[in-house]
C-alpha cells in the first residue's frame, strides 16, 4: 500500500512539473517567440549567439529565465526517472539540487572573471555554458512527456535517444567555449582546461556514476 501511494504521488507530482514546464513554453512561444527562435537557432550558428548577446533587454533576460527554469525541470524528470525516485522529498531534492548546481557554476564563473579581469568573457562563459543545456531542455521537452506517460516498450530506447541528444549538446557547448576562449580571449589552455574539468566534465562524470553505476 505505501508503495502503490508513493508511485502515485510520484506520477502526480511529474504532471504538475510538466504542466509547469509546459505552461512556461508556451508563454516563450506566446509572447517571447522571436527571441526564443534565436536562442534555439544560436546553438547550431554563432551569428545567431551574437545576435542574442548585442539586444540584450528585458525580453532577452524573460527569455534566459524562462528557459533556464525548463531545462532545471526537464533534467530534473529524466534524472528522476532513470534513478527510479518514487518520493516525494527526494524528488525535490533532485529538483532542488539541480538549481543549486546551476546557480553555483554561475556564481563562480562570475568570480572567476572578477578575479582574473575579464568580465566579458565571464559573460559569455555563462551564456554558452547555459545555451546548450536551455535548448536541450525546451527540444526533449516533448519526449520527457512521453518518458513519464506513454506505456510504450520503448522505455529504455527512448532513455537511450536523450542521453545521446544530451551528449552531442554538450560536446558543442565543450567546443565553442574552447573555441571562444582562444581566439577570441587567448586564455591559456591550461585554465581553459581547469574550468571544463572542474564545471563541466567532474558534474558529468558524478552525475554518470550516479545514473548508470550507483
Known sequence: MKVQENITISDDFFFIILIIAFLLSAILKSSYWKHTKILLKATFAQRYANQFLREDNVFTERVNIISFLIMSLTFSVIIIKKLDVISLPRILIIIGLVFIYYMIKIFVIKVLGYLFMIKDFSKLAIFFS???????????????????????????????????????????KLYMLWKIARRMYDVSHFYIFLYLCTLEFFPILILGKSLFIG
Open 130 to 172: 547555459l545555451i546548450y543545456d536551455r535548448s536541450v531542455g525546451i527540444l526533449l521537452l516533448p519526449f520527457v512527456l512521453v518518458l513519464c506517460f506513454f506505456s510504450f516498450e520503448i522505455y529504455t530506447e527512448l532513455l537511450f535517444f536523450i542521453f545521446c541528444v544530451v551528449g552531442v549538446f554538450i560536446l558543442a
